[in-house]
């Protein structure tokens, strides 16, 4: 088939209904770039990467922005990260604003932070154990925006979110969970323990396995995805960090937004938190005693 003889019409109804340029290229046994030409040359929008189009075309990727929606919200909804939707705005003449002007959006988020009538008496509690906005999140059922705001007002020094982890109110008897749903042990005098003297539960489960020390190349994936599941049949050893990622991403659905990826990770916290929780009722250790 001739350059000229392709049915542009036909492959462009296919590449909107979601088939790549490659399978199609492919099919009628012309290059990628040849194809994309003629994409361009029939005004088919196609991606620079050649893959299919975003959940959300430009037109209305640009008027959403221009409304005041924010890169990181208008990615979620089409599928892609906020760099893509960045060029794509740029592309179509879209001056982008600069990342610290606050949108209409993000002024009533903050306006309603403000509002919020969050317990002086609840907050000043968690605040004295030494919690995160992120962490007393989940506890008090407002968002981060909201508690940070009212940290303000009451002059309360606000912690990170990667405060060390003794720190965190669910730990108790050497035990804690990070911000990525990981259990932790306080083992000071272990080789690769942290400046905290913490290591994850996960590696120590595999080094008693074994036998021995882990090198700090290798890898203990969960086979279930679940962090905080240290079952030693839940546990895969790889010798280096290319050979787990070469294993685990690849398939579909491994690629997620980032809205979604944070709900799944303070879902694994919320999951290690009980877990704790269950080994501390286990062995008679009372979580709601100081340590």
Known sequence: ???????????????????????????VGVSQQTLSRRFHAAGVEVDVKGRKNLRLPTPELRERYLAGESLEDLAVAAGASY????????????????????????RQKIAAARRADIPE???????????????????????????????????LPRLPAKARPEKNYFWRGGYAVDEDGYILEHC??????????????????????????????????????DTS????????LYATNADHLAATL????????????????????????QRVAAIL??????????P
């Open 121 to 155: 008496d609840e907050l000043r509690e968690l605040h004295a154990q030494g919690m995160s906005c992120r962490e007393m999140e989940a506890l008090l059922g407002w968002d981060e925006e909201a508690i940070r705001t009212r940290l303000i007002e009451l002059g």
């Open 250 to 273: 690849s398939g579909p659905g491994w690629r997620l937004p980032r809205e979604e990826r944070e709900r799944l990770k303070r879902e694994a916290v919320l999951r290690a938190r």
């Open 281 to 290: 009722a286990a062995s008679g250790n009372d979580a709601g005693q100081s």
């Open 1 to 27: 088939m001739t350059h000229k003889d392709l049915p542009v019409a036909e492959l462009a109804q296919r590449y909107l209904a979601g088939e790549s340029v490659a399978s199609l290229a492919k099919a």
């Open 83 to 106: 760099r893509t939707v960045g060029r794509r705005l740029r592309q179509a003449g879209v001056q982008l604003r600069p990342q610290y002007e606050k949108t209409a959006a993000h």
């Open 188 to 225: 000071p005098d272990h080789p690769q323990a942290t400046t905290g003297g913490y290591v994850r539960q996960h590696r120590l489960v595999m080094e008693k396995i074994l036998g021995r020390y882990l090198t700090p190349e290798e890898v203990v994936d969960h086979k279930n995805r």
């Open 229 to 236: 599941d240290n079952d030693p049949g839940n546990l895969e």
